[in-house]
């Protein structure tokens, strides 16, 4: 890493770099290049403005949220018992203020509801019934859980429950760099299909599942939440970033440690303190797309 005073000087380039879950499925790879593209073009018309980071992952995870195509918010899976509970975090890398809610129903927006535990400075993480009330203190609008259920996760229900066979689920997120040098990282998912009432993956841990350090970088995980709990991944993978230097080499150390040493599959986005991006996955597909000053449209790498 530059010293101090070289790092002053050094270019920051704001860049956005969206996910849409390394659980994806390769036949509907049409429908997600859409949905990722129209996300992180929602985050970088904010950066393009000169808007901050953490508006702008907020803005593309949600929506990547209201497309029912992701697995979050609207289209998220549903448990064991048919009902659907979210998970979300948010996190700005300068002051290291994060906010988290998990097993939550009832708001179309979870990681909104993280952006105001985050706000709020006293919480980092809420769960269940307690998260809910604090996103109806904070204003934000409810909704029927019922009407974030689709028929596609309806008929994936029924599915699991006659031969449980798949444990992937898919996540989404966002990291970008603004103009001021700050760093912002979301992540948000329904989880994993079946899973049991009231289960947690790595999407509402700050340093598994999201991280954001301005001076580092930040990071959106995906995959197989307990094994991504298991390395802290998105912790780890910017101390290769550190060591390495290299976004792209960085991603791809830290799936590898998921999978020798986690005991799973998934993949993950990165931007470092300059702006480079960076993505890695061990599986078949992480629909990807990135925007910055240096492209006329977003690259969609898949």
Same mark, same amino acid.
């Given at each position: 890493?530059?010293?101090?005073?070289?790092?002053a *000087?050094?270019?920051?380039?704001?860049?956005?770099?969206?996910?849409g879950?390394?659980?994806a499925?390769p036949?509907?790879a049409g429908?997600?290049r859409q949905?990722v593209r129209a996300?992180?073009?929602?985050?970088w018309?904010?950066l393009?403005?000169?808007g901050?980071?953490?508006?702008?992952v907020e803005?593309?995870v949600r929506a990547?949220?209201?497309d029912?195509q992701?697995?979050?918010?609207?289209?998220?899976?549903?448990?064991r018992?048919g009902?659907?509970?979210?998970?979300a975090?948010?996190?700005?890398?300068?002051?290291l *203020?994060?906010?988290a809610?998990?097993a939550?129903?009832g708001?179309?927006?979870?990681?909104?509801a993280?952006?105001r535990v985050?706000e709020?400075?006293?919480h980092?993480?809420?769960v269940?019934?307690?998260a809910?009330?604090f996103?109806?203190?904070?204003?934000?609008?409810?909704?029927?859980?019922?009407s974030?259920v689709?028929? #596609? *996760? #309806?008929k994936r229900?029924?599915?699991?429950?006659?031969q449980?066979?798949?444990r992937s689920?898919g996540?989404?997120?966002?990291?970008?760099?603004?103009r001021?040098g700050?760093?912002a990282a979301a992540?948000?998912?329904g989880?994993?299909?079946g899973?049991?009432?009231? #289960?947690?993956?790595?999407?509402?841990?700050?340093?598994?599942?999201?991280?954001?350090?301005?001076?580092?970088g930040?990071?959106s995980c995906?995959?197989?939440?307990?094994?991504?709990v298991?390395?802290?991944?998105a912790?780890r993978?910017l101390?290769?970033?550190k060591?390495a230097?290299?976004?792209d080499?960085?991603?791809k150390?830290a799936?590898d440690?998921?999978?020798d040493?986690?005991?799973?599959q998934?993949g993950?986005?990165l931007?470092d303190?300059?702006?480079?991006?960076?993505f890695?996955t061990?599986?078949?597909?992480?629909?990807v797309?990135?925007?910055s000053?240096t492209?006329?449209?977003? #690259?969609?790498p898949?």
């Open positions: 890493m530059p010293p101090s005073a070289d790092r *000087q050094a270019p920051r380039v704001p860049t956005i770099i969206v996910h879950g390394a659980g499925n036949a509907d429908e997600f949905g996300a992180v073009l929602a985050g018309r904010l393009a403005a000169g901050s980071a953490l508006d702008a803005a593309a990547l949220e209201d029912p992701f697995n979050a918010g609207r289209g998220s899976v549903l448990n018992d009902a659907i509970e979210m998970d975090s948010i996190m700005e890398g300068d002051r *203020q994060c906010g809610v998990a939550l129903a708001v179309a927006n979870p990681i909104t993280a952006r985050l709020s400075r006293r980092v993480l809420l269940g019934d307690g809910l009330a996103a109806r203190a904070a204003g934000i609008p409810e909704c029927d859980p019922a974030l689709t028929d #596609r *996760q #309806r229900h029924a599915e699991l429950a006659r449980p066979v798949s689920g996540t989404v997120g966002a990291v970008a760099l603004d001021a700050t760093i992540t948000s998912t989880g994993t299909p899973k049991l009432p009231g #289960r947690v993956g790595d999407s509402a841990l700050i340093g598994a599942g999201t991280y954001a350090d301005s001076s580092l930040g990071v995906t995959g197989d939440g307990e094994a991504i298991r390395v802290v991944l912790h993978a101390a290769y970033l060591d230097d290299d976004p080499y960085a991603a150390v799936v440690l998921l999978v040493e986690g005991g799973g998934g993950l986005i931007v303190w300059r702006g480079r991006a960076g890695a061990s599986t078949r597909l992480m629909p797309a990135i925007m000053p492209l006329d449209e977003p #690259r969609v898949f």
